[in-house]
Structure formats: C-alpha cells, structure tokens
C-alpha cells in the first residue's frame, strides 16, 4: 500500500485531480516591461503562472496584475525578513512600545495581499468557485468563430483588393 497521500487528488474542493480546459493550450502572458521585474521576482511571476496553468485557469490578460501580486509579495517577504531579524516592536525613551515601521508595513501588505490573491485565483476558495461556477466549459466564448468558420469554409473567387 501507498502511504504517500497525493493532496492533488486528494482535496476535491478545489478540483483535485479535474483540471477544465486544456493545460496544454494555456499561454500565460509576459510580465509588462515597465514593470522592470527583478530576478527574483520573475522567478515569483513565472511560478504563479505555473499554479494557473497547471489549474487549468486562463490568465492571457492578467499580466499586470500578476506583476502587481508579484511586487506586493516580494515586498512582503522583506518586510516580514526584516521584521525577524531587527523586530516588530521598538521602545522609545519613556518607555512606550510601538510597531516599528516595517511592521506596519508586513501587516499592510499582507492586507493587500488578501485583496489581490482571490482576484486572481490563487486562493483555494476561489479556485474552488471558479471552477464551479465554469464547469466543464471553462472556456470563454468565442464570439465569431461561427462567422469565420463559415466565411473561410465557403469556395469563391479570391478577393481582388
């Protein structure tokens, strides 16, 4: 018997082992170039667009705000790493306690964070409503296939403009 527990399939609330759409057929789109992303927050951005492929989540227009999740993240982890080793609270002269300013600063973006995350799916509740509210036809409709299928079918003379 298997005691390794396979948590893909194992948590049907946010879909398991059911993935909608094709994970083949999904491009993530490239972080915007005024964005100047740093090394280490490419890295952030190419994971996160990892996690929505590999949920079958469309994300072709959300490139900026992925860069914006992706810089709030990045500023969280240097906050939260400052607020471990300097400290979250400080003492004045007279003896009174106060947040330090990078503490409010954690705190803050954290906040932001759990604005933006479900926004953009990264949230097992909102996975697990996306999912359900798409179904099996988690693709958006494409308005004029119909009409191009139709006019690209039909035999005739070539245009001459």
């Not at 400290?87 to 954690?106: F, L, V």
Request: hydrophobic residues 35%; aromatic residues 4%.
């Amino acid at each position: 018997m298997n005691d390794k527990v396979n948590f893909a399939a194992a948590l049907p609330a946010v879909g398991g082992a059911h993935v909608v759409g094709s994970t083949d057929a999904i491009e993530s789109p490239p972080p915007p170039k005024a964005m100047k992303l740093s090394d280490v927050e490419l890295g952030l951005y190419q994971e996160i667009c990892d996690a929505l492929r590999k949920a079958g989540i469309e994300h072709t227009t959300s490139g900026l705000a992925i860069s914006f999740i992706v810089r709030t993240v990045a500023q969280y982890l240097a906050a939260n790493e400052r607020c471990e080793t300097e400290g979250r609270s400080q003492t004045s002269k007279n003896g009174w306690i106060a947040p330090t300013p990078w503490a409010e600063d954690e705190k803050r973006l954290k906040m932001e964070l759990g604005q933006w995350l479900p926004k953009a799916c990264l949230t097992i509740p909102s996975l697990a409503r996306v999912r359900k509210d798409m179904g099996d036809q988690g693709k958006q409709d494409d308005l004029f296939g119909d009409l191009v299928r139709h006019g690209t079918s039909l035999p005739g003379q070539p245009s001459r403009h």
